[in-house]
């Protein structure tokens, strides 16, 4: 399975946007790029998926290098309720199991 | 909004006892994921099935551990017997059966073994 890179801990002030960096130099090209965060003792929730366009929805966005081999989360305009753990997930292909193996992720603080 | 539901939210128990904990996926998923998060392992995986049968269960301790899908729409998750090292937050979490289905997770199951 791929590995992911990302920074311990970023801050972000409230209302800015969050940029949130993840390297994966060895994925594959059928491997997809997905990002959960964990706010304190819930479950991972999903936020966004891509394959090498980049996406947007109603949570975020993901800018992936045209090399596939970094991407960045961006929420728009954080508030704190957006502070949580970050994970960015390189997924085995669907046909192979598809499962999700969890790295240490970024701690994002948005400060007032 | 449909989820994956987990009971019981906290168990604590003493060492030795049996321990299971039980998953509703969302209903029409057919892939179900069993996790477990520890502050010193994170998120780790410890098995997952398709269609009620088991991919792959190489993360999960044989001996004590195991996994089960009684019909689509329970899953279980057995510890006998259980140990203080077994606590920890258990997770289920599942995903639909059209090719990269994102996961949804359950708030998961606070186990304390003493």
């Known amino acids: 399975d791929a590995k992911t890179t990302q920074p311990p801990s970023m801050d972000c002030a409230e209302g800015r946007a969050a940029n949130l960096p993840c390297n994966h130099s060895t994925i594959s090209g059928n491997e997809y790029v997905y990002w959960y965060r964990q706010i304190h003792s819930q479950g991972p929730q999903y936020i966004i998926h891509?394959?090498?366009n980049n996406e947007t929805n109603e949570m975020a966005s993901l800018i992936i290098t045209e090399d596939r081999k970094s991407s960045t989360l961006i929420l728009p305009h954080a508030t704190l309720r957006d502070t949580a753990v970050y994970y960015c997930i390189v997924r085995v292909e669907h046909n192979q199991g598809g499962k999700l193996i969890f790295g240490q992720g970024t701690e994002l603080s948005v400060k007032p | 909004d449909a989820r994956v539901t987990q009971t019981p939210r906290h168990k604590v128990t003493e060492m030795g006892q049996e321990v299971t904990m039980r998953c509703q996926p969302i209903?029409?998923?057919?892939?179900v994921f069993w996790y477990r998060q520890t502050m010193m392992q994170g998120l780790e995986l410890l098995a997952y099935?398709?269609?009620?049968?088991?991919?792959?269960d190489s993360g999960m301790p044989k001996d004590r551990f195991s996994a089960e899908m009684p019909d689509a729409t329970l899953a279980t998750l057995k510890i006998q017997p259980s140990e203080p090292r077994d606590s920890a937050v258990y997770f289920c979490?599942?995903?639909?059966?059209?090719?990269?289905?994102?996961?949804?997770f359950g708030n998961g199951t606070r186990l304390t073994v003493t």
């Open positions: 099935f398709r269609n009620r049968a088991p991919l792959d």
């Open positions: 209903l029409g998923h057919n892939t």
């Open positions: 891509g394959l090498k």
């Open positions: 979490a599942s995903s639909g059966p059209i090719a990269n289905s994102p996961l949804h």
